[in-house]
């Protein structure tokens, strides 16, 4: 009986002994993606990219400096006049895209970020593709990016 007793304390040592360090290595990783995280929002990687993440209401965190790139990158890779975001989503993905990997080119996020990222970029990009073309037909912005056989 005493022996029955000591070998089931051992199995239980052995266990937490097993466990626990598990456990304590689980929530170090933890810990340390969620410090990593918090620190690396809006500095620049080796890579010269920017790391954000998705902020609330489909907007970025940062918020600036992404939204004000994605007019940058609009307007130095338009090719074609549309009357929305949407058509040109329709009608020209690889365009969508083109603008899309632009913008990875300048800003990093977690893998696991990434449709959260899509949506915010696609909500921006339609906002801002349509008050870009809003402020050259008022005329309160140059309209010279774009092509001269695109202009009426």
């Known amino acids: 009986m005493v022996a029955m007793v000591v070998v089931m304390v051992i199995i239980m040592v052995m266990a937490v002994a097993?466990?626990?360090?598990?456990?304590?290595i689980t929530i170090m990783l933890v810990a340390m993606t969620v410090?990593?995280?918090m620190v690396m929002i809006g500095s620049v990687d080796n890579d010269g990219?920017?790391?954000?993440?998705p902020g609330p209401q489909n907007m970025f965190d940062p918020p600036i400096l992404p939204t004000r790139d994605i007019i940058r990158i609009i307007?130095?890779?338009?090719e074609d006049?549309?009357?929305?975001?949407?058509?040109?989503?329709?009608?020209?993905?690889?365009?969508?895209?083109?603008?899309?990997?632009e913008f990875?080119?300048?800003?990093?996020?977690?893998?696991e970020r990434e449709r959260q990222i899509r949506k915010s970029f696609d909500?921006?990009?339609?906002?801002?593709?349509?008050?870009?073309?809003?402020?050259v037909r008022k005329k309160i912005d140059s309209d010279n990016w774009i092509p001269n056989?695109?202009?009426q």
């Not at 097993?18 to 304590?24: G, I, L, N, T």
């Not at 909500?123 to 402020?135: D, E, I």
Request: aromatic content about 16%; hydrophobic content about 40%; proline content about 3%.
């Open 123 to 135: 909500h921006k990009t339609s906002n801002g593709y349509s008050n870009a073309m809003y402020r």
């Open 35 to 37: 410090m990593v995280t």
């Open 149 to 151: 056989e695109m202009r």
């Open 18 to 24: 097993v466990v626990v360090p598990a456990m304590v």
């Open 104 to 111: 990875k080119r300048k800003y990093k996020w977690l893998p």
């Open 75 to 78: 307007k130095s890779k338009f």
């Open 49 to 53: 990219r920017m790391w954000i993440r």
């Open 81 to 101: 006049c549309w009357e929305n975001y949407a058509e040109v989503k329709k009608n020209r993905q690889d365009l969508a895209d083109l603008w899309y990997g």
